[in-house]
């Protein structure tokens, strides 16, 4: 029964959890292989840490870059299914088979052509900068791979299936975790519930770390794959792979916005890290280590985020607006309530959060203040991540492009600067310009979303 006159429609929550958990989740365990990784990293020093984080907000900038790609397919594939048209879902799973071989082999020549020159333009120390190198080049050779998880993976939440990205998620995260326990650390003895025994160690350190990862993305990369190809519903098998205008260029329209977007953005990180990376090792130290705290308290935002981009697909495909206002309304409520929670769980356990990762008592000083105070802006930024995704969903991204390039330039980068570079503050003041960044990003898609200029459906 439809609901026109309800504010909160609760007969969507399954249809909206059925879609969120297995993001979450999924989202979650990286998180958590994420931790062991930086873990396992930091117990050989803060020189180790330094080295990995030197290069992770280049390592953000390409593959946000993929996400973009499949932003498009998104889009397309969630109006294909909501209207019934698997045919249309079909051939455009096919082309992004192509989107995944053209970009991949294109980053892979870009990442691999430049793994020397990164850590230079990071800033990193030069006592690191060979090591966050080499650590870089490995990272980046299985490119294709990575493109098929994260362009695949996108397309088949796009078709509602939101379990087959997280199991596969869980079997990279397994197979990192052993990879890198076997790579980082020398042969040791183990003990184990009372029984010691022999553990084999290559004693690789942080390009075991890299190599262990490189793995796992091929695995990830291999399985998805299969997966696509077996798909009852859009697998794109008996399907030309050969460029379709009549798909490619609606899913480059909403793309490309998406593309610029994460391209400007990330490399507003880059250069956000850069200024941060000129602050010394200690504070590249409590930056990496915070950064990593902080992305496990975004997973309820971003499963959200995927559910609200599918379900805002599905219904501008069946042009059904009753369950559209609904399901944006019961989402938001959802997504604040839980930004909330895990914003006082982080406030109150940021400093034990980051002695998980360094012993280092300065490190752990600095990476607790910076954390408390981007707690108290969790619930604002999940506002924005959700409004986003119903952009996304329904193929509205150049207004997310222009909301968060001018956020990040003109507030973050411009505030880091003069906080930074010219008045010689800390890290504290940077962070203080990131958090001023989120709350301008929930204010404008407020604004946008209240307008209702994002919903072709406004009218009916």
């Not at 990575?146 to 079997?171: E, H, S, Y």
């Not at 004693?203 to 291999?222: I, M, P």
């Not at 108290?376 to 959700?386: H, L, N, T």
């Not at 119903?390 to 507030?411: P, Q, R």
Request: hydrophobic share 50%; glycine share 10%.
């Amino acid at each position: 029964m439809k609901t026109k006159n309800r504010m909160i429609d609760l007969t969507l929550l399954p249809a909206v959890f059925a879609l969120a958990w297995p993001t979450m989740l999924e989202q979650l365990m990286g998180t958590a292989v994420q931790y062991v990784d930086t873990a396992m990293v930091g117990s050989l020093g803060t020189y180790a840490t330094a080295a990995v984080g030197a290069t992770t907000t280049v390592n953000w900038l390409l593959g946000s870059t993929l996400s973009a790609f499949g932003v498009g397919f998104l889009a397309f594939i969630s109006q294909a299914c909501g209207a019934g048209r698997p045919d249309r879902a079909r051939r455009a799973a096919a082309q992004s088979v192509l989107a995944v071989l053209v970009s991949g082999t294109a980053f892979t020549a870009l990442a691999l052509g430049l793994s020397r020159q990164v850590p230079v333009w990071m800033r990193a120390d030069p006592s690191i900068r060979e090591l966050a190198g080499r650590y870089f080049f490995i990272l980046y050779t299985p490119m294709l791979f990575r493109a098929a998880t994260v362009i695949i993976g996108t397309v088949l939440r796009a078709a509602g299936d939101t379990k087959t990205p997280m199991r596969v998620g869980l079997l990279v995260n397994a197979v990192n975790i052993v990879l890198n326990f076997l790579l980082i650390y020398e042969t040791r003895t183990v003990t184990f519930f009372g029984v010691s025994f022999t553990l084999f160690g290559a004693g690789r350190g942080v390009v075991g770390a890299a190599e262990a990862s490189a793995a796992s993305v091929f695995v990830g990369g291999t399985v998805i794959t299969a997966a696509l190809l077996r798909h009852r519903e859009i697998s794109p098998l008996g399907e030309s792979v050969r460029p379709d205008k009549t798909i490619l260029l609606p899913c480059l329209r909403i793309a490309l916005p998406n593309m610029l977007q994460r391209f400007a953005t990330s490399l507003g990180y880059v250069a956000f890290a850069a200024m941060i990376n000129s602050l010394g090792e200690l504070s590249t130290a409590a930056h990496t280590i915070a950064n990593t705290v902080e992305s496990a308290f975004y997973v309820p935002g971003y499963g959200m985020m995927t559910a609200a981009a599918t379900l805002t697909g599905n219904a501008i495909g069946a042009g059904d607006l009753p369950r559209l206002r609904s399901q944006a309304r019961l989402i938001l409520l959802l997504e604040v309530s839980m930004m909330v929670l895990s914003g006082g769980l982080l406030f109150t356990f940021a400093p034990d959060l980051v002695r998980l990762f360094s012993r280092d008592p300065a490190v752990i000083l600095l990476g607790g203040t910076v954390l408390r105070m981007v707690a108290c802006s969790e619930p604002f930024y999940g506002i924005s991540i959700v409004i986003e995704g119903m952009l996304m969903g329904a193929g509205k991204t150049a207004v997310s492009f222009i909301f968060n390039v001018t956020g990040m330039w003109c507030v973050r980068i411009v505030g880091t600067f003069v906080c930074t570079q010219l008045l010689g503050f800390g890290l504290v003041s940077a962070w203080g310009c990131m958090i001023t960044h989120n709350l301008l990003l929930c204010c404008l898609f407020v604004i946008y979303y209240r307008r209702g200029k994002w919903n072709p459906l406004r009218s009916i």
